[in-house]
Structures are given as structure tokens and as C-alpha cells.
């Protein structure tokens, strides 16, 4: 059950300026890099984020499926809990610099930095990469140089550095992209975005499937489907470790 929590997390487990009207050219027109990454920032644009709904994970140890809720304090904090009949199962709080997890069948806990996580996965995952994937479907990173190539229907938004590729294919009518695809050290992840929900006039990601393959060829999946999501609603993120758990 311990590996769900690490591999939702990086789906999970996977702004604050007013909102700007996206304004998208007709097909024939090509559109410029620039005005590609003003479009992708606009969505990105917001306070805080709740989502509410399922997932189903299936890995070689272990497979099953649970309801999750998600809080997100833009470029600050997110709150994950998972709950298996109404009963929570694990807690997890994702900051900029680690990651805490409470165990509430085994009454444990455990905090790691990003760093050693990212180590862990073999995957680039950090905070932005997570906050931004869920709530719109894009990244973006200082550390990676773009290539914007366009087609009529579907266009594709290369990124690249020296560890890792992050590809994201981007439909524009509207705006939205509908797969990434990235690796880094022989792990390679597909995120594929199977439905979106127009709310304040973006159209945010509402169902995802994620599958990460190492260089062993082991596959694992999971598949969220948010029921609810609400932008810029009042959020609080609660999380104590209670005085009886053992650091895990």
C-alpha cells in the first residue's frame, strides 16, 4: 500500500496574477512561441485549487482503487488525503523542499526532502511539476529549452535539458494539452488527459491517466477522475502528526 502513496504523489502522485481572456488564432495562423507561453501561463493563474475524486492503481505490488481529495496553496503547499470507505488511509502534505506522510493504518510517519524523493523515482518530480500538471495540464521550466513545432489539429511543445524530455502535445482549439511524455535516467512516464472542465474560462484537467515505466520494463499505472473541482475557494491545509504515531 506504501507504494500508491509515492506514486500517487507523483501523479498528484505528476498563478497568483489576475486571470487573462486566451485569445486563440484560427488554425491557418501560426502561433509564435511567445504567445503560445503567455496562453500556458494565463491557465496557470489562481489562489487555490480543491479537486475531489477517485484513483485506481495497479502496480506489480499491489492494485486497488480509493477516493482522494487534493488542496493546493499556489507555489506553497498541497495537501493530498487518501480514504478507502470513507476511512482515511494515508495523509500527505507536498511542500516546496519535501514531502510528509502519515500512515494511518500503520499509525507511522515519514518525511523526505524532494531531493531524495526525486532520487527515489528517478523522475524530475518536484512541487511546480506536481502543482502544475493537476491543475493545468502544462509545464513550464526555467531549466528546459522549447521547441514549438505546429500542426493543423495537434502541435507539439519540446522541452529538453541534459537529464530529462518533456514533451507535451497540445490541441488549440481551445487550448489544452491532451499528453506529456517525459524521461530521466531510464524511467519514462506517459500522462495522457482524457477530459477537461471549463471553470473561470480555463479548461482544467478533470481526468488523467498516468504510466510509469522503468528501465526494467515494470509498469505502473494510475488513473484519476476528479469528480469535483473548485479554483480560488477558501482552502485551509490541516495537518498534525498526532504524539503516538513512530517516525516511520
Not at 513545432?149 to 507539439?156: E, G, I, N, V
Not at 473561470?200 to 494510475?222: D, H, T, W
Amino acid at each position: 500500500m506504501k507504494y500508491i502513496v509515492l506514486f500517487v504523489c507523483c501523479g498528484l502522485l505528476v498563478q497568483c496574477k489576475s486571470s487573462k481572456k486566451i485569445l486563440i488564432p484560427k488554425k491557418s495562423i501560426p502561433i509564435s512561441m511567445d504567445s503560445l507561453m503567455n496562453s500556458i501561463y494565463s491557465q496557470q493563474q489562481f489562489l487555490t485549487y480543491f479537486a475531489k475524486g477517485s484513483l485506481y492503481y495497479s502496480g506489480s505490488e499491489f492494485e486497488g482503487a480509493a477516493d482522494c481529495q487534493l488542496r493546493i496553496i499556489k507555489d506553497s503547499i498541497a495537501c493530498l488525503i487518501i480514504k478507502k470507505l470513507g476511512i482515511e488511509l494515508f495523509r500527505i502534505l507536498i511542500e516546496r523542499d519535501s514531502v510528509t506522510v502519515l500512515d494511518r493504518i500503520e499509525n507511522t510517519w515519514q518525511k523526505n526532502s524532494i531531493i531524495q524523493w526525486t532520487s527515489q523515482l528517478k523522475l524530475p518530480v518536484d512541487f511546480y511539476l506536481i502543482q502544475d500538471v493537476l491543475t493545468s495540464g502544462f509545464y513550464l521550466s526555467e531549466y528546459l529549452s522549447y521547441e514549438w513545432k505546429q500542426s493543423p489539429d495537434t502541435s507539439l511543445l519540446m522541452g529538453t535539458s541534459e537529464l530529462f524530455q518533456f514533451n507535451t502535445q497540445i490541441l488549440l482549439q481551445p487550448l489544452r494539452s491532451s499528453s506529456i511524455n517525459f524521461n530521466s535516467l531510464g524511467q519514462f512516464t506517459t500522462i495522457d488527459i482524457l477530459k477537461h472542465e471549463s471553470i473561470n474560462g480555463n479548461l482544467l484537467p478533470k481526468s488523467f491517466e498516468f504510466r510509469f515505466r522503468n528501465e526494467r520494463n515494470e509498469i505502473k499505472f494510475i488513473h484519476i477522475e476528479s469528480k469535483e473541482i473548485k479554483l480560488n475557494s477558501k482552502e485551509t491545509i490541516k495537518f498534525e502528526i498526532p504524539t503516538h504515531y513512530k517516525r516511520g
